[in-house]
């Protein structure tokens, strides 16, 4: 697989409507009372961490959130990048549509206000077509 790993270094959760009415439980990830719960140490792996560099070297890419573990930052889309992957990944017992995913992914990407969130949505768009 492409891409280096990311990793949960703190329990994540986010509350979105497509959520609602789900019930799922596997490992580090939860989903109940309209909210997904991802454990420390969730790993997956995304193609973003290897550009960001560049991108922000070329100044195409702003520098992301500071942290100490990214050279130019955490990447904006890291929380919406594993969000997807848990949402392919584990595929949440089918209940959620891939027009759902991309739901979640672009509000994701919107609460961040990331740069060029067109290219990433059609990206998860392809991305799904191949799931």
């Known amino acids: 697989m492409f891409g280096e790993k990311g990793r949960v270094a703190n329990e994540f959760c986010y509350r979105h409507r497509h ?6 439980s596997l490992d580090e990830i939860h989903i109940a009372n309209g909210q997904i719960t991802v454990g420390s140490g969730y790993e997956w792996r995304s193609w973003l961490n290897v550009f960001q560099g560049p991108l922000v070297f070329l100044g195409v890419w702003p520098v992301g959130l500071p942290h100490p573990q990214y050279k130019y930052g955490r990447p904006w889309t890291l929380d919406a990048s594993m969000v997807l992957s848990v949402l ?3 595929d949440v017992d ?9 739901d979640i992914y672009r509000d994701l990407l919107d609460i961040k206000r990331v740069p060029l969130r067109g290219f990433f949505i059609a990206g998860a768009r392809v991305r799904l077509l191949f799931h």
Request: charged share 10%.
């Open 88 to 90: 392919l990944r584990h």
């Open 94 to 102: 089918g209940a959620l549509s891939n027009s759902q995913i991309v």
């Open 19 to 24: 959520f609602d009415g789900i019930t799922y």
